[in-house]
């Protein structure tokens, strides 16, 4: 039953900025879906407000439009590009509401589109908790297997209460309906916690609706990635069983595939429930996830919950398995059945089977709590993990320390020295879910715990604590073994320990170990990733490490470029990092190299088989690294490893892989110190006869105390050698220096904490630029929204800049190249300068690409990190415009006056984290970023094309209403123009006292409504807060007093996150915003694909 | 929670020696001493006990590709006849507790309990890799005091029997009939012939209404007529099927006078033969729960379960005349075309290759024990 013959165009719809439980997986699943989707000979048309997805790029579908994914927007969509068909289940929960809310409306039946790969019916029944009940229930009745926890749907708080008496008392779970991630859910322990929990559940959810449950924690928990296509053919693609029982939601749990501690019979029952489910909800085609608890006392199997989508899970089950379920629920979609689809890697086999894994699969979450200090570090069924590391290995306790080292975080490993605590004071840590409760309990084992006690204080399965027993063995014999036998090492290896380990257990240097190591001969082997545990011969050279007998790695002809990838996804080293890595594959595939790439994160297309000529899934420490390189020396030759693509992670090894003899191409170890280092970077400043803000370095509180009295506080503070302003601080006296300075655990001899003078009221401009050793090119000059100070990954920015003129321009080309030059680039730089008065100061350069260079890209439509990758290979930039891969004439920094206006906006992960009280964390911005991902708008003109971002990120922006003005009083002046412009647009203004009494001089009025601090008036007047909660509030600017939460600002802005109120918190996003309203008050605001866009800038540019 | 065995104590040094001298150096694992077979490998993930107690697997050393076995322990349960039937057992890494509310005691002592010798922490990929490139070939495993220099190791694999030619149901059948009865009301009687049939294989029979009258390999036609069945059942079993000459006279007199018929694995080489098509050894055969197998009548595709080493050479895309009407493939495996299916279109009889009775594996094929009643049916009415 071949492909249907009645669909031509597809619009496919992507899952937005990345957020916490929505993240890089979706580009993944989404790239795959549009290349399948085009390779079929459709037309593909996408959407998808975040730029900084592979997906997005031009080339991948026909026509592509960074537009908010909202029903207005998409409509305009549909109306212009007029699709047969609208594919809604691979751009996560986002997409699929859209889906649902448009069908609803009656836009696709207007436009006469049709909705493939899911129907709204088995939408609705897979993800509405009642019906999804019934549906278990039915299932149930056929098969005699599966039910759902006892349960009680509510709407009201009333029914909440009543609700926990029919399900025999606390604690309860809660759980909003159709929210992503499992926003807003959490366990209720007591009434009081109820009424948080469900208050805000209600209100999450856009049905007010949420689902109160009996407790099952502690239970087993498993998922089934299930695939159907319309033949009702069904496959279980891959069972994962979570190391953390239930009670921690799956995307924050360690998980593990295949499931361990089944037997047939169990895994069995759950295959059939799990067919029996797909078939009673009605997934016609394509993949869908079911999550299931088991009782370990008596193998109760209850069914949690059902995606009826691509989902984060499926993501991973397709890298654990190589069985690419988006590509093959993307063929489904269009009328192909199972066994019409071969498998990639066998290419002689169908799809219509089940893969079996030889190996074992361990994913790790990757947290960043230390980001957000206030929030509750306990891990509950709301997801807080902001990545994850996946490891593959032959056996668990190997995958497992894989994992934990791919996470790349201080402690993330286990570590075997050194007072491991006090065991019963460790066992009770360990009864709290928390980042890093793995490290505890092996402590715990340690310190004497028993299996028994560890199983009673966690609940985690025995098998696994008897794996974490196994490891710790290990380590003993590591201890007490006289040397370093080979056996003994290989059979460390084997267990997973990192050569830094047995290094620390022995007391040696880890590059010792190594040496020892590599001399007797313990050197892993590399096994391929083929669905079918060796029993065909695999065609896509997809390896892992192991330590084991043979290899399996080919010998080739063509010289080889190993990049190296960007690990797990963080806050400041995300998605965009690899976007830059798949870019350097594609380009130095096409140029001619054989590309390996090497990561370990699942979510990401570089981790797709389909990207690079081979995918070595692992860790990006120096060992792992080193390794891959030997193992790819013996199969051929090796043009160079590529660093500067993958972020911080590869570029931190740049100088050690180099120092092992391994050819690091593009910038050099050397330059990119000259960079980094803050002496070397004074002088390459200095030379160029740059200034840069007044600063100095310092290791103790009295060498930071005696730079900051010279250049004056405010100061601003942080640690050398990280990315995403880690640790960064804007310091206003001594008292909180002295603080900063003792709290830095980042800090030591050999990383300095750098003091700078922070220049108040500066406009931030970051600059992404190419550099051969010859010649510049201007990538793009953003202009931030947000002044200095605020991290520029956390701000808006605009491209081309909007306030600087061509002067200005010059200055930066000719500091750039100044910089470039005087490092030592060869590729990509990115240098952040401050505007201050009419100086133009250089903040920092970083020799690589950049969190913007996605971004830059789509703006001006040049690929430039493939152009980087190419120069780290010897291109020239000349070379590069002859070939096409730049343009012919000019740069970023030369735009035609009418090129469209690109505006980033940074997506903040507030509403994910509460603290201990339950409570919302502020929402300010600071000089450390704390974004998750972000989004653009395009269009012909800047306050358009800033309504856009804003609407891509959090909701459009009001055209009319009522909007709140409480400022600072250093805002107050720049305030009384846009308030003005508000006013005239038809809003109401409402202010506190301090900023009502200024606009009013200023002939503005503004209602004075009661601060929070006053509480509620005589007469019962509500304060600002009630009316935000209320829902009588459109618009909030409030700009912060000062930091923390002691002022009104802190409640203003956690009530605008909590009821989704756009909330402003800089005079400069204000006045953009009226701009951007503005623009919308004139209507008409057209969309346009990128394709388009190119083609106007190309026009322009000949 | 069983205790760990402390990592002191690990287990005696062992080798496996293949035909081809290629040798793999491990632990011991369950008995110690030395066992001869063929080599295979079993894909599956689950469903270790299962496996284990099949006696299909008589006279073969299991290979385990899925690294972690024993995990679930052993349990009282899933057996699928009453002792375990592999001659060998190879596996990368052995549970050391065991974790499931069912489990009575560990893989690791049911097997030295057993007598069934094994190795463990050896490369089984690297061996699986081989065998498929290789074949199927044969294996010695060797500890203790069988330990000796890898010559004499390898003349020893040499001088053990070859599957091919080997006739082993009988060794494996039960001895005496027995009767599995029907769960819930009776509406059948069924003769099933043992060649080493799996305990599932008459539940799943007597879950539909049927009682079965379980029979010695060497039944002879009077012996299943002798139970007045209205189908008869051949099962699966060990050993080269071109060796099946009893079996195969005893389904030509069923075949004869057209009672319902099905057969399962063996049961289906037998109808192969009966019909006049011959049998012949795969190259590495099939072993797991994950074959892509379609229907040819519906078009659907199952996941199934195999265990085969042999296979029947019929042709693919046309009907076939036989002594007894025209015959049919009607079902295939999708990864390589075997024939995984024979159906008679003028006569009440079809057979599988593969296990529709599952354990271990999927249960997507157990609508063909409803298509075997629904034949009965018919032939009643």
């Known amino acids: 039953m071949p492909k249907r013959t009645d669909i031509q165009s597809v619009l496919v719809i992507g899952s937005g900025p990345i957020v916490i439980g929505q993240a890089a997986e979706f580009d993944y699943s989404g790239t795959q879906a549009c290349r399948v989707l085009k390779a079929e ?7 998808n407000s975040n730029p900084a997805t592979i997906m997005t790029d031009p080339e991948i579908a026909d026509a592509t439009y960074v537009e908010p994914i909202t029903p207005e927007f998409v409509e305009k969509i549909i109306a212009k590009e007029r699709p047969d068909a609208l594919l809604p289940t ?195 085609t394509g993949g869908c996830n079911i999550q299931f608890a088991i009782d370990p006392e008596d193998g109760r199997i209850i069914v949690i919950e059902m995606n009826p989508r691509v989902s984060r899970s499926s993501a991973l089950a397709s890298k654990a398995t190589g069985f690419p379920i988006a590509k093959i629920a993307a063929r489904l979609a269009v009328g192909y059945t199972l066994d019409e689809i071969p498998n990639d890697i066998t290419e002689k086999t169908p799809a219509s089977f089940e893969p079996t894994l030889d190996y074992v699969v361990v994913k790790a ?40 080292r791919s996470l790349e975080k201080k402690g993330s490993q286990f570590a075997f020295t050194g007072d491991p605590g006090d065991k019963a004071e460790l066992l009770r840590e360990a009864v709290r879910p928390t980042d890093g409760r793995i490290n505890t309990v092996m402590r715990a084992i340690r310190a004497g715990a028993t299996p028994e006690e560890v199983f009673d204080a966690t609940k985690i399965d025995p098998w696994f604590v008897d794996q974490l027993f196994l490891i710790k063995e290990i380590a003993d014999e590591l201890a007490a073994a006289e040397r370093l036998h080979p056996e003994l090492l290989a059979e460390a290896k084997r267990h997973g320990f990192s050569d830094a380990q047995i290094a620390d257990i022995r007391g040696l240097r880890e590059d010792v170990v190594r040496e020892v190591r590599q001399a007797l001969g313990v050197r892993p082997v590399y096994k391929t990733v083929d669905t079918c545990a060796a029993e065909f011969a695999a065609k896509t050279p997809y390896f892992y490490s192991s330590y084991d007998e043979e290899t399996e790695v080919a010998e080739r002809e063509k010289p080889a470029v190993i990049i190296l990838g960007s690990g797990p996804n963080r806050i400041g080293q995300g998605i965009e990092f690899d976007y830059s890595c798949v870019h350097a594959s594609f380009a130095l595939h096409d140029a001619g190299y054989e590309t390996v790439m090497v990561n370990c994160n699942p979510e990401t297309v570089s981790t797709d088989y389909d990207t690079s000529d081979r995918l070595y899934f692992e860790p990006l420490t120096l060992e792992d690294v080193l390794e891959i390189v030997h193992a790819e020396a013996q199969a051929g030759p090796i043009a160079g490893v590529v660093v500067q693509l993958g972020g911080q992670t590869p570029l931190g090894l740049a100088q050690a892989l180099k120092d092992n003899g391994v050819p690091v ?18 002088r390459v400043l200095a030379e160029a006869g740059l200034p840069a803000p007044k600063h100095g370095t310092a290791t103790t509180f009295d060498g930071a105390k005696a730079i900051a009295d010279e250049i004056g506080y405010p100061v601003l503070v942080r640690p050398s050698y990280v990315l995403g302003g880690r640790g960064m601080e804007i310091v206003y006296d001594e008292t909180r220096l002295e603080a900063y300075i003792a709290e830095s655990t980042e800090i030591s001899h050999d990383r300095p904490v750098l003091v700078d003078r922070f220049l108040d009221d500066a406009i931030e401009i970051d600059v992404d630029a190419l550099y051969d050793g010859h010649e510049l090119y201007l990538g793009g000059v953003m202009e931030h929204i947000e002044e200095a100070g605020i991290h520029s990954g956390d701000s808006a920015c605009a491209l081309p800049p909007i306030t600087l003129g061509g002067f200005d321009i010059k200055r930066l080309r000719a500091s750039t190249e100044a910089i470039a030059k005087g490092v030592g680039v060869r590729g990509l730089i990115n240098i952040q300068f401050a505007m201050a008065g009419d100086i133009l100061y250089v903040l920092e350069a970083n020799p690589r690409a950049s969190r913007t260079v996605p971004f830059t890209s789509k703006a001006t439509a040049v690929p430039l990190a493939k152009a980087a990758a190419r120069i780290s290979l010897g291109a020239t930039i000349a070379e590069l415009r002859d070939e096409g891969l730049l343009p012919k004439n000019g740069d970023g920094g030369t735009l035609p006056l009418d090129a469209p206006i690109s505006v980033k906006e940074a997506v903040m992960p507030w509403t994910r984290f509460r603290d201990v009280y339950g409570r919302g964390v502020d929402t300010i911005l600071g000089p450390e970023m704390r974004s998750t991902g972000e989004v653009m708008g395009i269009d012909a003109v800047f306050g358009t094309a800033y309504a856009k971002s804003q609407a891509g990120a959090y909701g459009p922006l009001p055209t009319k209403g009522r909007a709140f003005i409480s400022v600072a009083n250093r805002d107050k002046r720049s305030m009384i123009f846009p308030a003005r412009e508000l006013v005239a647009h038809g809003f109401e203004l409402m202010a506190t006292s301090g900023t009502a009494e200024v606009l009013k001089r200023n002939g503005i009025n503004a209602t004075v409504v009661r601060k929070q601090s006053e509480g509620p008036g005589p007469d019962g007047e509500r304060t600002i807060v009630q009316l935000i909660h209320d829902g009588e509030v459109d618009l909030i600017v409030n700009t912060p007093y000062g930091t923390g939460g002691r002022l009104d600002g802190y409640d203003i802005r956690t009530a605008a996150v909590a009821r989704s109120v756009p909330c402003l918190t800089t005079v400069q996003a204000l006045a953009a915003a009226v701009q951007g309203i503005e623009a919308l008050g004139h209507g008409g605001v057209g969309v346009r694909s990128l394709q388009e866009h190119a083609e106007h800038l190309t026009a322009a540019r000949d | 929670m069983t205790t760990a065995l402390t990592r002191g104590a690990a287990k005696a040094p062992a080798v496996l020696v293949l035909e081809d001298g290629r040798i793999f150096r491990g632990r011991a694992y369950g008995a110690v001493g030395e066992t001869f077979g063929e080599a295979v490998f079993s894909t599956g993930m689950t469903g270790y006990q299962e496996t284990l107690t099949d006696p299909s697997y008589h006279r073969q050393v299991v290979v385990m590709t899925a690294p972690h076995v024993g995990n679930t322990g052993v349990n009282d349960e899933d057996p699928e006849s009453g002792r375990i039937w592999v001659s060998g057992y190879v596996v990368r890494d052995p549970a050391r507790v065991t974790s499931s509310w069912r489990s009575r005691r560990t893989l690791d002592e049911e097997l030295a309990a057993q007598g069934v010798v094994g190795i463990s922490g050896v490369d089984t990929r690297a061996l699986t890799r081989h065998l498929r490139e290789r074949g199927a070939m044969r294996v010695g495993i060797f500890s203790g005091e069988t330990l000796a220099d890898e010559a004499e190791l390898l003349a020893r694999v040499k001088d053990a029997p070859q599957m091919k030619g080997a006739d082993l149901s009988a060794e494996v059948a039960t001895k005496e009939a027995y009767v599995v009865p029907a769960i819930g009301a009776k509406k059948f009687t069924v003769a099933a012939v043992d060649l080493g049939i799996k305990g599932m294989t008459p539940h799943r029979m007597a879950e539909r209404g049927i009682e079965v009258h379980v029979l010695p390999a060497t039944a002879t036609a009077e012996d299943v007529y002798a139970v007045a069945p209205d189908g008869v059942f051949f099962s699966n079993g060990p050993g080269d099927p071109a060796t099946a000459d009893g079996p195969v006279s005893v389904m030509r007199a069923v075949l004869e006078r057209g009672t319902p018929l099905f057969g399962i694995c063996f049961g289906n080489q037998i109808l192969g033969r009966a019909l006049g098509f011959g049998t012949y050894k795969l190259k590495y055969g099939h072993r797991g729960i994950n074959q892509p197998v379609q229907d040819r009548t519906t078009g659907k595709v199952e996941v199934t379960a195999h265990n085969h080493g042999f296979a029947v050479d019929a042709p693919l895309d046309t009907v076939s005349e036989t002594p007894y009407g025209r015959a049919e493939v009607s079902h295939v495996c999708l990864n390589d075309n075997v024939v995984e299916g024979l159906r008679l279109l003028d006569r009440p009889a079809f057979s599988v290759q593969y296990h529709p009775e599952a354990a271990a594996g999927p249960h997507d094929a157990a609508y063909l024990f409803d298509r075997f009643t629904a034949l009965m049916e018919a032939e009643r009415a």
């Open chain 1, 665 to 682: 191409v593009g910038t050099s170890p050397e330059a990119i110190h000259a960079a980094e280092d803050r002496g070397a970077f004074g």
């Open chain 1, 90 to 284: 691979l751009g996560g929960q986002t997409a699929l509401n859209t889906a649902i809310s448009m069908h609803e409306q009656g836009v696709l039946e207007k436009y006469g589109v049709e909705l493939i790969g899911a129907n709204v019916e088995a939408i609705h029944k897979g993800e509405d908790r009642d019906l999804f009940k019934g549906v278990v229930e039915a299932v149930r009745e056929k098969i005699g297997h599966g039910e759902s926890a006892r349960s009680v749907i509510c709407h009201t708080m009333d029914d909440v209460l009543k609700g926990v008496d029919t399900l025999g008392g606390y604690p309860v779970v809660v759980r909003p309906s159709f929210t992503m991630g499992g926003a807003g859910s959490g366990f209720a322990h007591d009434e009081e916690e109820l009424r948080r929990i469900a208050g805000q559940g209600l209100t999450l959810s856009p049905t007010t609706e949420v689902l109160l449950e009996e407790s099952i924690l502690g239970w087993k928990e498993y998922e089934l990635e299930l695939m159907r296509d319309k033949h009702d053919n069904v496959v279980v693609v891959c069972s994962i069983e979570n190391f953390d029982p239930m009670g921690v939601h799956t995307g924050d749990s360690i998980t593990v595939a295949p499931a361990m501690t089944l037997t047939d019979r169990e895994y069995q029952r759950l295959r059939d429930i799990g067919i029996a489910i797909i078939r009673e909800v009605g997934v016609d």
């Open chain 1, 365 to 404: 979450p990757r947290f960043a709590f230390e980001k957000f200090p206030q929030a509750d570090s306990t891990l509950t069924t709301t997801m807080k993990s902001v990545g994850e590391a996946m490891a593959i290995g032959r056996n668990f306790t190997e995958a497992l320390q894989k994992a934990l």
């Open chain 1, 41 to 47: 000979g459709l037309r593909v048309i996408l959407v």
